[in-house]
């Protein structure tokens, strides 16, 4: 992260406005005596979407340390001050600009259980907006997350009603996701060249192992488990959402808008099209015989922004041939 951003997080009359600063070993007391509860459930989210981000900044941390052992800025001291930082920051993001979206899923999680506390504070109004809200779909079973009144965009992006949207699960398992996904993905392996299980582990690293899956406002999945944006070429129905973009120093909330799917298969109809269409994935479509290379010449030109996506791809992988296995499936085309 530059200066500038660092400076403008750390700037003490910001956080005294608008966040909390994670020195605080009161804050949470003060939610439990609080009358407010709409506003101590949503602290209470927050600060749980702190921690998740604190631990996704570790994890980076870690994964770097490699590269840190020689170095002469490496040392228990500038360590000590970075795992501060990093803790202020995580409680800046998540209180800033809506953070990436954990919270609002948590806070509608809760604040259905709680509604009949929530009452008196909104009012009538508020309350019979929140149920609206977190309605759930009743074809998946399950409520919807990060859910939000419908978004009607005036955008040509889509020929339908975009809206801004959530996620939801596809899956209960790794198991169970490898099992869902297996014949549309078989099928797209078939037509790429590319081994089963890559594009099994890609779609596993997009969503959380299908647990993450983009959805509609009103609860509706998007079967979007390749996680493809939607430009002006794209002309289906598509959904608006928050996701961490990284821009060159660090990862970024950005919102950015998605395509939708009427199925699963339909989804990885378009993801074969759209690596056989575009002219940036013909390296990647050459070197398809061998998974690691399809997916580090994808990569390479921009699939996605983080630039550990390959790495974290190929160790997904592990998992996925160990599931494949199990199902007695063989990996299908190409090699590793």
Sequence with gaps: MNSL???????PALLQKNVDAYTDLNSLQKLKITEDKDEAL????????SMFLNMMLKSMRDANAVFEKDSMFNSSESNF???????????????RNGGIGIADTLYRQMARRYEKEIAPVGGEASLSELKRSIR????????????????????????????????????????????TVLPAVQKAADKLDVPVSVLAAQSA??????????????????????????????????????????????????????????????AVDDYVAFIKNNPRYQQALAASADGQRYIEELAGVGYAT???????????HE??????????????????
């Design 42 to 49: 949503r602290k209470v989210a927050e600060q749980f979407e």
């Design 136 to 179: 759930p779909n009743p074809a998946a079973g399950v409520p919807p997350s990060n859910v939000s009144t419908p978004n009607v965009s005036t955008s040509s992006v889509s020929t339908s009603n975009d809206s801004a949207g959530g996620r939801i699960p596809l899956s209960q398992s790794p198991e169970e996701f490898v099992a």
């Design 81 to 95: 001050y970075r795992d501060m930082y990093d803790q202020q920051l995580s409680l800046t993001l998540s209180q």
């Design 5 to 11: 951003n660092s400076a403008r997080f750390m700037d």
């Design 205 to 266: 690293l997009e969503t959380g192992w299908g647990n993450s899956v983009l959805a509609h406002s009103d609860g509706r999945s998007t079967f979007n488990i390749f996680n493809i944006k939607a430009d002006d070429r794209w002309q289906g129905d598509s959904v608006e959402l928050r996701s961490l973009e990284f821009n060159g120093s660090s990862f970024v909330p950005q919102k950015s808008r998605f395509r939708s799917y009427e199925s699963l298969a339909a």
């Design 306 to 316: 983080d630039p550990a996506y390959a790495e974290k791809i190929m160790r997904t």
């Design 319 to 336: 998992r996925v041939a160990t599931e494949l296995a199990s199902l007695g499936q063989p990996d299908g085309r190409g090699s590793l």
